[in-house]
């Protein structure tokens, strides 16, 4: 199965900074790679797909990337309404794997 | 409008079985493939089943392999997981989920195993 290691497992930032989550895959993903949003008490919502493409009516200041094996969420001026969990999925593979998920909160 | 509503959440005992649906709208259902998604409380999320858009393959987590069965009736735009052998790890908000990406969610049903 593949692992997607994803880091770190919290942050905490303050409001305006740019802030990066990142997944790395165990093996070759090419760009199947997903990022999903969770509110507190929500279902998850889906972000980036294809590794750096933007959803529909998601905020601008949301992007995704990729280096290598190793992927990447980044919020470029963090806002109080993105407090939320954040996960990756990799669905090249079946059994498509998730990351651990990131909480991130306002400092 | 997309929507995804699933149902059949309930308390069950160790070892015994449970069926949830999946009733979808706002789209057309037979032409995507769909999951069961699940995440334990305070935990991640994790994949547990995919089916193609007419059933021809079903995909399975390993630890839901040979207990849990998706299928889907596309005359009725439902999707269904049937839940055998259920243990207490199996206590989670089960969410189905249309096409490969989870391009769009359902609320969850919260299934839990306790004696």
């Known amino acids: 199965d593949i692992q997607m290691t994803q880091s770190p497992s919290s942050l905490s930032a303050s409001l305006g900074d740019r802030v990066t989550i990142t997944c790395r895959a165990s093996?070759?993903?090419?760009?199947?790679l997903t990022w999903f949003q969770q509110k507190p008490g929500k279902s998850p919502r889906r972000m980036i797909y294809?590794?750096?493409n933007l959803e529909d009516g998601v905020p601008s200041r949301f992007s995704g990337s990729r280096s290598g094996s190793d992927y990447s969420l980044t919020i470029s001026s963090l806002e109080s309404e993105d407090v939320a969990d954040y996960h990756c999925?990799?669905?090249?593979?079946?059994?498509?794997?998730f990351g651990s998920g990131t909480k991130l909160e306002i400092k | 409008e997309v929507q995804l509503v699933e149902s059949g959440e309930g308390l069950v005992q160790p070892g015994s079985s449970m069926k949830l649906s999946c009733v979808a709208s706002g789209f057309t259902f037979s032409n995507y493939g769909m999951n069961w998604i699940r995440q334990a409380p305070k935990k991640g999320l994790e994949w547990i089943a995919l089916i193609y858009y007419d059933s021809s393959s079903k995909y399975y987590a390993d630890s839901v392999k040979g207990r849990f069965t998706i299928s889907r009736d596309n005359s009725k735009n439902t999707l269904y997981l049937e839940m055998n052998s259920l243990r207490s790890e199996d206590t989670a908000m089960y969410y189905c989920?249309?096409?490969?990406?989870?391009?769009?969610w359902g609320q969850g049903v919260m299934v839990t195993v306790s004696s």
């Open positions: 093996q070759d993903i090419g760009n199947y």
């Open positions: 989920a249309k096409g490969t990406e989870g391009i769009h």
């Open positions: 294809g590794a750096t």
């Open positions: 999925l990799q669905s090249i593979q079946y059994p498509f794997t």
